[in-house]
Antibody, heavy 122, light 111 residues
């Protein structure tokens, strides 16, 4: 059974960089059949797509976040990562990593991590 | 940026059917088969319920169905059960900017 697990600091100071890693188990991130993505959800609010990556390193980002977002992949560790720079309180959210069900950015997110709450506060 | 609009809330009694709409500005939803729906219970992880407008993943009840007409996609839940009470989010794709967008979410209350 495929499992995804987010990890990283739960508290980040304003203006600093948020860094999260998603570890994939039960399957290979290098599989040619899937994209991998990050989604976030501010407390009490809706879902927001952050970006998507393929094992080759090709990435797609939310235009509203693009200049602050870096998504990378480490196939040797079966992980992909998110960095979000210059964070503010509005970046406080539960961050999810997820698998897309095909090699299409428009694919559906069929497996999700449990999510990790990141709070931006001094 | 474009937006997908959902009603903030819908409600229904056990056994009834409800429909949640997802309306897209321009042709976000209208041009594509790439519409998906997610169910999220409070404090839980979103769960894929419908993909490609009307397909159900394995294990999802056939009480859940999806459709699309023009620029509006819909999720219908028939035979409402108490366990269906949750938030539901639609999701689609803007081809021009390769941008994935979620609707604002609809809270379903089972009376």
């Amino acid at each position: 059974q495929l499992q995804l697990q987010e990890s990283g600091p739960g508290l980040v100071k304003p203006s600093e960089t948020l860094s999260l890693t998603c570890t994939v188990s039960g399957g290979s991130i290098s599989s040619s059949g899937y994209y991998w993505g990050w989604i976030r959800q501010p407390p009490g609010k809706g879902l927001e797509w952050i970006g998507t990556i393929y094992y080759s390193g090709s990435t797609y980002h939310n235009p509203s976040l693009k200049s602050r977002v870096t998504i990378s992949v480490d196939t040797s560790k079966n992980q992909f990562s998110l960095k979000l720079s210059s964070v503010t309180a509005t970046d406080t959210a539960v961050y999810y990593c997820a698998r897309l069900d095909r090699v299409v950015v428009a694919g559906s997110f069929d497996y999700w991590g449990q999510g990790t709450l990141v709070t931006v506060s001094s | 940026q474009s937006a997908l609009t959902q009603p903030a809330s819908v409600s229904g009694s056990p056994g009834q059917s409800i429909t949640i709409s997802c309306t897209g500005i321009s042709s976000d939803v209208g041009d594509y088969k790439y519409v998906s729906w997610y169910q999220q219970h409070p404090g839980k992880v979103p769960k894929l319920m419908i993909y490609d407008v009307s397909n159900r993943p394995s294990g999802v009840s056939n009480r859940f169905s999806g459709s699309k007409s023009g620029s509006t996609a819909s999720l219908t839940i028939s035979g409402l059960q108490a366990e269906d009470e949750a938030n539901y989010f639609c999701c689609s794709y803007i081809r021009s900017s390769r941008y994935v967008i979620f609707g604002g979410g609809t809270k379903l209350t089972v009376l």
